[in-house]
């Protein structure tokens, strides 16, 4: 049977390939307008792959609708563009029927934590070991211009003349209140740092929840340049990592420490702070707390973190699910005949 | 003891019992139990359980009535009745909510313990029926259940309030004796089901069944005892079955002979759940059920693990399929392979969760954004839903396309005894994943089916994307080009019209031409078929075809329909079939149409039937 074919074509597949970033770009035009910032990440994001010890038809990329969600067009991956916010419900199904594949999702601020926010959280929950990258635009794009779920407060748009009186979600705050393993934050345009973040999102056996900033140019241009452009950068960044204090700042003589049960930005030899007081990053805690309020800082009070806030161990829906589904077979036989007729059955000659 | 009746017993052909009381009273396992001995008994039965939606509605009121009716004969039962010649009766509010349907001159066993003044007051009665001629018309036995019960086992410690819960099986006795069932098996089941946890509960049931069957054979108020001989029917192994049941094996024999893993994407939803809790016990088949977060999700995972190369299938009921409707669109285009059960309930909106209906036809056929046809396919019995989802994970795997199974309430919890299948006839369910890359198109399609292939991920050389977004013939390419969308609008509806050539010859219950032609399909099959039957036996020329498929409708249904003068379309709707009927073939077909969330009444399609006839 063809079935048996596909397993019997998979083990005789041979050494992983040495990719090229080329090999993982399609022959489709891009249709992203030009300066935006899903380019940045789609290139960065076929580079990595290209590193990757997997095989190319190993991946699949599954989105829901917006911008963003064109994505698995361009990758020369399998590929998925699902309905408006469902993505990580597909998501669910390919990595329950088939837990070998690398399942990435690709999702906007307005999918993901809008019309689709039960299923975000869900599968965040779940545990399935997918990755999440969501594009942050903080605003609707391929619907041109309203505001969404993470538009700031008071957000003038095309459907909020008087401003916007929603309170927005925080992506990183909704992800560790799900009891996300793995919750990182980056932004388009610095390449290494995003294709760090996304190779460490990768090796996180479990659902890998990235936050990326990203410039909408035409609807919503410099959302965050207070906060990624190049002359601010040093200021208004913490990059965190494991193990390293939370300094920042252009000398780097600035550092987040805690005090009276709050963060607060120091620096240091000022008012009797030294390095010691600097807390250091321990993104293995289980605690999810410290990363909440890591999370929630914000320009211009604060710098903004980036990098991986938490990253734990937990099982994964589809391993529980398979190895259920394995002691089922081991403690019973799959015989159809003898499940037709259980129970009480009588003979008519 | 003995079984043989002291008593006179009397033969009769067939008998309708309707078992009713209180949601907490067991009246479902009460009749499940005497559903169970009926099959041994080696009769012939339908039955129609009837709850309310509350769990546990206020105790002695109308809204908590929970009945249970079940006809069986010594020949073919296609109903489980009209109306009951007994009703077994434990509250003022079941007597109310009840006794028109008893047969003039039936029985009523009447638990006389509880009709107290304030029970009965519960219950809207403003007199003691019992006292003031109400229920002259019925042959009434007023038996003291609950005094009888705690008087019975009472010497077991049982707390009064659990004893008297075990009055069903006292009244099950009776009725045990009433009709000679065999007691070995419900003695049996007690034991597996109280003895390891309570054995004393074990004993207490054990006794009152019994106590229930001497009470019967020695008391004044039963003059005889019944039998119905063993129904004659066709020669195999049968066994009893409910629908959801059927369906789930169904769906597991269809995995099973495809070779693929079965995978169920679902939401909780009245009278969809235990097609779930059934094959949540089939892992062993290598099932993977996903309890999804909302209906949306259950859909949604389906057609994610259909991607991955797994027979998907999400199951629920009229307001889950509303929520599936854009994600079964997204299907459609993308040409993957999904079958979606319907366990179809009163509607609109909540409507009536618990009882059954057929007003979901038009939602299947329709119910989608766009140009989005689907094969449709309804089952017509508790055990024709097993060969119904069959056929539809068969079409969905051959023609790549989501398939919608219709069941529905009655069918769903209602039983029959069900020849089983032999197993190698079951048709083949060919699969064949694509594995070759030389020239591979995602969208490129096979000549007989104009199938895509199905090409999983994993598959060296095969990577591709899907999408709902437009896509251009063959390559699968996102295209807006307006001559390709009209192109592949028509492509998809013709794949799915040519399911029509897999559809067997359509069979005709009665002459194949004549004055009035029946048109029925889903679970009305038993009380066309009855009524057929009657309206034959008097000489008309009427006949009965039963639809499984309702889309693409069977391709010979024209001719059939053209060689009768009149065409009766009864469904429990408001009309739907008879306007495709009506819409495809230009003839003037009529609906009789009833929906009050119950089947139908053989008694009223007959009427239906002669009333049409007599039209000019």
Redesign the interface.
């Known amino acids: 049977?063809?079935?048996?074919?596909?397993d019997t074509?998979?083990s005789q597949?041979g050494e992983i390939p040495e990719y090229k970033k080329a090999d993982y770009s399609?022959d489709?035009e891009v249709r992203w307008c030009p300066g935006c910032g899903d380019y940045a990440i789609l290139s960065a994001v076929q580079k990595l792959l290209s590193t990757l010890p997997v095989?190319?038809?190993?991946h699949?990329f599954?989105s829901g609708?917006g911008c963003s969600s064109r994505f698995?067009?361009y990758?020369?991956?399998?590929?998925?563009?699902?309905?408006h916010g469902?993505a990580?419900?597909?998501?669910?199904?390919?990595?329950?029927?088939?837990p070998?594949?690398n399942v990435w999702i690709v999702t906007g601020d307005g999918d993901s934590l809008s019309i689709g926010g039960?299923?975000l959280i869900?599968i965040l929950r779940r545990n399935f070991n997918v990755n999440i990258l969501l594009f942050n635009n903080r605003i609707y794009g391929l619907t041109k211009g309203q505001y969404s779920p993470t538009s700031e407060l008071g957000k003038r748009s095309k459907s909020t003349p008087m401003g916007s009186v929603d309170h927005p979600f925080n992506p990183v705050d909704v992800a560790l209140g799900a009891g996300a393993t793995f919750v990182a934050r980056t932004y388009d345009i610095d390449a290494k740092h995003l294709t760090e973040t996304l190779r460490q999102a990768w090796e996180h056996k479990g659902a890998s929840f990235v936050e990326i900033y990203q410039n909408c140019n035409i609807f919503n241009d410099k959302e965050f340049e207070d906060v990624v452009s190049k002359q601010v950068r040093a200021d208004a960044q913490v990059r965190l990592a494991a193990g390293q204090p939370m300094r920042f700042g252009a000398d780097n003589n600035k550092g987040l420490i805690w005090k009276k049960g709050v963060v607060e930005v120091a620096s240091i030899g000022e008012d009797g702070v030294t390095e010691d007081d600097i807390l250091i990053h321990d993104p293995n805690q289980d605690n999810p707390g410290l990363a909440l309020t890591l999370g929630r800082l914000r320009n211009p009070d604060s710098p903004e973190v980036f990098g991986v806030l938490r990253s734990i161990e937990r099982p994964c829906y589809e391993d529980m699910?398979v190895a259920?589904?394995a002691?089922?077979?081991a403690?019973?036989?799959?015989d159809?005949?003898a499940?037709?007729?259980q129970?009480?059955?009588?003979?008519?000659? | 003891m003995s079984q043989s009746a002291l008593k006179p017993s009397q033969e009769l052909d067939r008998v309708t019992i309707r078992f009713v009381g209180d949601s907490g009273d067991g009246m479902q396992l009460t009749g499940a139990q005497f559903t169970?001995a009926t099959?041994?008994a080696?009769n012939d039965l339908a039955t129609l359980p009837d709850f309310p939606a509350e769990i546990r509605a206020p105790a002695s009121t109308l809204a908590g009535v929970s009945g249970f009716q079940i006809q069986f004969a010594s020949s073919e039962v296609y109903t489980p009745g009209d109306a009951p010649d007994v009703l077994v009766c434990m509250n003022p509010a079941a007597l109310r909510a009840n006794i028109k349907d008893v047969v003039p001159g039936g029985a009523i066993i009447l638990n006389t313990d509880s009709f107290s003044d304030n029970s009965l007051r519960k219950a809207g009665w403003d007199a003691n029926p019992l006292e003031d001629g109400t229920l002259d018309e019925w042959t009434v036995h007023k038996v003291p259940l609950e005094s009888m019960t705690l008087e019975c086992i009472k010497d077991l410690g049982i707390p009064t309030r659990t004893a008297r819960m075990c009055k069903n099986f006292l009244a099950l006795g009776i009725t045990y004796w009433m009709y000679s069932r065999p007691m070995d098996?419900t003695l049996k089941f007690v034991e597996q089901k109280f003895g390891a946890k309570s054995p004393k509960l074990s004993e207490a049931n054990q006794r009152l069944l019994k106590a229930g069957w001497a009470f019967g054979e020695t008391c004044e108020l039963f003059a005889t005892n019944y039998t119905v001989a063993r129904a004659t029917?066709?020669?195999?192994?049968?066994?009893?079955i409910r629908g959801n049941d059927a369906l789930a094996?169904g769906l597991?024999?269809a995995s099973?002979v495809s070779?693929?893993?079965l995978?169920v994407?679902a939401y909780p939803i009245t009278p969809a759940s235990d097609v779930l809790h059934a094959l949540a016990n089939?892992?062993?088949?290598?099932?993977?059920t996903?309890q999804?977060?909302?209906e949306?999700?259950?859909v949604?995972?389906?057609?994610?693990?259909?991607?991955?190369?797994?027979l998907?299938v999400t199951l629920s009921s009229g307001p889950g399929i509303a929520l599936k409707g854009?994600?079964i669109g997204?299907a459609h285009i993308?040409e993957l392979p999904l079958v979606i059960c319907n366990i179809q309930r009163g509607g609109p909106s909540t409507g009536l969760p618990t009882k059954t209906e057929q007003a979901d036809l038009l939602q299947s056929l329709y119910g989608r954004n766009g140009e989005a046809p689907i094969p449709v396919v309804a089952a017509r019995s508790p055990s024709d839903a097993f060969e119904t989802v069959y056929e539809a994970c068969r079409i969905a795997v051959k023609y790549m396309t989501p398939v919608i199974c219709l069941s529905d309430g009655y069918i769903a919890t209602g039983a029959e005894p069900w020849k089983?299948?032999d197993?190698s006839k079951l048709p083949d369910i060919n699969?064949?994943?694509r594995?070759d890359p030389e020239g591979f198109l995602g969208y490129e399609r096979d000549e007989t089916t104009l199938a895509r292939p199905w090409a999983?991920?994993?598959?060296?050389?095969?990577?591709?994307?899907?999408?709902?977004?437009e896509k251009r013939d063959g390559t699968g390419?996102?295209e807006y080009d307006p001559d390709n969308h009209d192109k592949m609008c028509r492509l998809r509806a013709e794949k799915v019209q040519r399911v029509q050539q897999d559809i067997p010859p359509t069979e005709i219950h009665g002459e194949d031409s004549g004055d009035l032609l029946l048109v029925g399909w889903g679970g009305t099959y038993g009380v066309l078929t009855a009524a057929v039957r009657q309206v034959q036996a008097k000489g008309l020329k009427v006949s009965h075809i039963h639809l499984r498929h309702l889309n693409p409708l069977p391709p010979d249904l024209g001719d059939i329909l053209g060689r009768f003068k009149k065409v009766l379309v009864p469904e429990i709707n408001l009309g739907q079939l008879v306007k495709v009927i009506r819409a495809e073939y230009l003839v003037d077909a009529q609906g009789f149409n009833e929906i009050r969330g119950l089947p139908f009444k053989v008694r009223a399609i007959v009427g239906a039937i002669e009333r049409t006839l007599e039209e000019k």
């Open positions: 049977m063809s079935i048996t074919h596909l074509i998979r597949r399609t489709q095989h190319k038809e190993d699949v599954i609708i698995p067009y990758m020369n991956t399998y590929g998925f563009h699902t309905i469902r990580p419900a597909f998501a669910s199904g390919v990595k329950a029927s088939n070998n594949l039960n299923h869900h699910l259920q589904v002691e089922a077979k403690a019973k036989k799959a159809l005949h499940l037709l007729h129970g009480y059955t009588w003979t008519v000659e | 169970s099959a041994i080696g098996a029917v066709s020669s195999g192994t049968y066994r009893n094996m597991v024999a099973q070779g693929l893993d995978f994407g089939f892992k062993h088949f290598g099932v993977r996903f999804a977060e909302d949306i999700a259950g949604s995972a389906a057609i994610g693990a259909s991607f991955a190369g797994s998907a854009e994600a997204l993308v089983l299948p197993l699969v064949s994943f594995t999983v991920p994993g598959t060296p050389g095969l990577e591709h994307r899907v999408g709902g977004l390419n996102v």
